[in-house]
């Protein structure tokens, strides 16, 4: 799948490049510095809350942020939304692991996420691939109409700031990065990277993360 970005992506054994975000849990920031020294981290970075593949990614982060600290490997996530927007979401679909909002997407371009070109033959190949990536619709559907199956059973309302992230973002891919603690990236997962359009949507299984955590910590 062609594809756009400032960089190509992260890899194992580069350095982390820093960030400092506006933290969506609490006031204040948060930044790559704030674990440098201190331990490592899986750093997962999202699109905005359109995406209903990020939502429950992040729903199920809170899940595998346990199984990490028992490694002692921390978890962040990054959403790319307006911190004011994620903060009203998060309300009322609390989550148990930290955040940090990036509306910009400067995370996105620092570690080199990939923005597929919207070509014919993208539109034309999201209405033929099918796919159920997070297991909860009865049957697959062609990729193009999985969004919607997806916000109709979460009761999903999008915002005004989460149609304006969807018009700028689409169709932004997502990827997570274990990074030690002196901050070199460790292990990277993207999305789309292994099965192309199949992969969309898709997030690491708890083992995959468990097992890199595992590899890093010894």
Known sequence: MATIESRPPL?????????TLSAVDRDGTVSLADYRG????????FRGLWCPFCRRAIAQMGVTRQKLQALGVETLGIVATKPENARL???FHPTRVPLAAD???????????????????LMQ??????GNPTGELPEPLPLAEVG????RLHGFEPTETDRDDFQRQYPQLTG???????????????????????????????????????ALTG
């Open 11 to 19: 890899q194992p054994g580069e350095p982390a490049p820093d960030f």
């Open 38 to 45: 201190k331990s490592p981290l899986l750093l997962a970075v």
């Open 89 to 91: 979401y998060f309300r």
């Open 103 to 121: 509306p910009e997407l400067i995370t996105h371009r620092a570690y080199g996420l990939p923005k597929p070109p919207v070509t014919p033959e």
């Open 125 to 130: 190949a999201l209405q033929v691939v099918r």
């Open 148 to 151: 919607s199956a997806l916000d």
């Open 176 to 214: 997570q990065f274990l990074v030690d603690r002196n901050g070199i990236v460790r292990w990277v997962g993207i999305e789309c990277a292994q099965e192309g359009l199949a992969g969309l949507g898709k997030f690491p299984i708890d083992e995959e993360l468990v097992a890199a955590a595992r």
